[in-house]
């Protein structure tokens, strides 16, 4: 069945989404929150990104800050994201000063299987409120 003939519903309800080459694929856990079809606590937004904390933090801060824009890693983002990643890290920035990570914080981008990305959709995470090790593991 071809991606035009497939039957409306699932789509409808949202969770399934065209993607540019016309094939069909499950919307990823972030646009799920972004589409409010599940709860996030989410502590910023606006038209191009939304920031939420983690569901399984790593640091007593841990926020992720995701694009709208469906990027499913770094390595897909064109010259024409380049705003949006500028945007991604001031908006860390701004959340830090926030969050009051005022003695350090890390911004992380996990890109890739050995970077241990488990969601395929481009986020910054934002940890603080504790001392970080590094090199990470
Ligand atoms: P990564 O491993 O870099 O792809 O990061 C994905 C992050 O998403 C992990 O830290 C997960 O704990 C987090 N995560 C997965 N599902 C949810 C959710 N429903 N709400 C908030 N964070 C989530």
């Not at 789509?11 to 694929?25: D, Q, S």
């Not at 841990?62 to 064109?78: S, W």
């Amino acid at each position: 069945m071809s991606a035009k003939n497939w039957p409306s519903p699932p789509i409808e309800r949202g969770l399934i989404v065209h993607c540019a080459n016309e094939t069909l694929r499950p919307m990823t856990i972030f646009e799920k929150i972004i589409a409010r079809q599940i709860p996030a606590k989410i502590i910023w937004e606006d038209d191009d990104a939304i920031a939420f904390h983690d569901v399984d933090p790593q640091a007593p801060v841990h926020v992720l800050i995701v694009p709208k824009k469906v990027v499913p890693r770094l390595t897909d983002a064109t010259d024409d994201d380049r705003a949006l990643l500028g945007k991604l890290l001031l908006v860390a920035r701004d959340l830090a000063k926030e969050l009051a990570l005022s003695s350090g914080y890390r911004v992380v981008i996990n890109c890739g299987p050995d970077a241990g990305e488990s969601v395929p959709h481009l986020h910054v995470h934002l940890l603080g409120k504790r001392a970080l090790a590094w090199p990470p593991g």
